[in-house]
């Protein structure tokens, strides 16, 4: 396992969705971010876009904490299962929790792109790993 991309990859999860930018500063400048499914589901391109989106998808949460649990590598990609956990606003509802993948690819150290699979199945079969 390239230890440099899984590392690279671990950081981006540490600095966390609140601060997507400084996380993603060893991200292409034309990084492509992309959603298959969901109310965001398309490609956005750029840090900016980026954070963009992701600020709109977390606005409506107290807290949203992605967790991963397992990475692997094929090649120039590093799969991250993530465990997702939400709290909505003002704390009605209750906490939810819901597994993910995502798929980074990185060349020449830096991050060219990700995408966000809706379970972690799709995201380990879209680099031919299957569990």
Do not use: C
């Amino acid at each position: 396992m390239s230890e440099q991309n899984v590392e690279l990859v671990r950081r981006v999860y540490e600095e966390g969705l609140g601060d997507l930018g400084s996380a993603l500063r060893d991200a292409h400048p034309d990084f492509e971010f992309t959603f298959k499914a969901g109310p965001r589901a398309g490609t956005y391109r750029g840090r900016e876009a980026a954070q963009a989106v992701l600020s709109d998808l977390t606005a409506g949460f107290d807290a949203w904490i992605a967790e991963p649990v397992e990475f692997r590598e094929s090649g120039d990609r590093v799969v991250a299962i993530v465990r997702n956990r939400l709290r909505p606003l003002g704390g009605t509802g209750g906490e939810f929790e819901y597994r993910n993948g995502h798929v980074w690819t990185i060349r020449d150290g830096a991050i060219v792109s990700f995408v966000g699979f809706p379970n972690p199945e799709e995201a380990l079969e879209a680099v031919g790993l299957r569990d």
